[in-house]
């Protein structure tokens, strides 16, 4: 059975910091590229960073670059995402996502971050 945990989301002050992590199960983790994606409310969902099997290379969105770091652990069949200098704006559902071909694409069930002071 495919699983995708997400977790680490809550709520944090503009400028602060979380680290939200994936563990999966169920497939050969080192096999897949990882994503995060996020949705805001209203708002279509968005890749935000991706990993390639290997751990390299790594891909962000524009709107994350520089504040955004995505890495994984093959060993523990874990992805993460630390996340920086937090802005209202990056507020969504965040979602890990496992992908080697439109057949064999998974999904987690999200984890909720919200900035607000």
């Known amino acids: 059975q495919v699983q995708l945990v997400e977790s680490g989301g809550g709520l944090v002050q503009p400028g602060g910091s979380l680290r939200l992590s994936c563990a999966a199960s169920?497939?050969?983790?080192?096999?897949?590229?990882m994503n995060w994606y996020r949705q805001a409310p209203g708002k279509e969902r968005e890749l935000v960073a991706a990993?390639?099997?290997?751990?390299?290379?790594?891909s962000y969105a524009d709107s994350v670059k520089g504040r955004f770091t995505i890495s994984r652990d093959n060993a523990k069949n874990t992805v993460y995402l630390q996340m920086n200098s937090l802005k209202p704006e990056d507020t969504a559902v965040y979602y890990c996502?496992?992908?080697?071909?439109?057949?064999?694409?998974?999904w987690g069930q999200g984890t909720q971050v919200t900035v607000s002071s």
């Open positions: 996502n496992a992908w080697l071909t439109l057949t064999y694409n998974y």
């Open positions: 169920g497939f050969t983790f080192s096999r897949y590229v």
């Open positions: 990993i390639a099997s290997n751990g390299f290379p790594t």
